[in-house]
Nanobody
């Protein structure tokens, strides 16, 4: 059974940084796609970025130049480092995984996702 558990969310002021973590169990992080998407109240799911089985990262426009995705295969943990945060980054952030493809950055549904961690950025 695949389980994804996010942590690291919180409240920061604009310009600040946060690092989100996602602990995966029951899933081969080293060889499959994992990533992050976000959803704000009243808005659609929005892809943030992903890392594929070859370690190649892809970012949506929202994260380009500010967000960095990395993973620690030994500890089955995915990270999202977010810098220069803006109020419009406020959302619930979800860790996602998909063994059949890599749709996360496009905001498309994936096979697995966690419960989310809230990020709030104040101006």
């Amino acid at each position: 059974q695949v389980q994804l558990v996010e942590s690291g969310g919180g409240s920061v002021q604009a310009g600040g940084s946060l690092r989100l973590s996602c602990l995966a169990s029951g899933y081969s992080e080293s060889s499959n796609c994992m990533g992050w998407f976000r959803q704000a109240p009243g808005k659609e799911r929005e892809g943030v970025g992903q890392i594929d089985g070859d370690g190649i990262t892809t970012y949506a426009d929202v994260g380009q130049g500010r967000f960095t995705i990395s993973k620690d295969n030994a500890n089955n943990t995915l990270y999202l480092q977010m810098n220069s945060l803006k109020p419009e980054d406020t959302a619930m952030y979800y860790c996602a995984a998909d063994p059949f493809g890599c749709p996360i950055v496009y905001g498309l549904p994936s096979s697995y996702w966690g419960q989310g961690t809230q990020v709030t950025v104040s101006s």
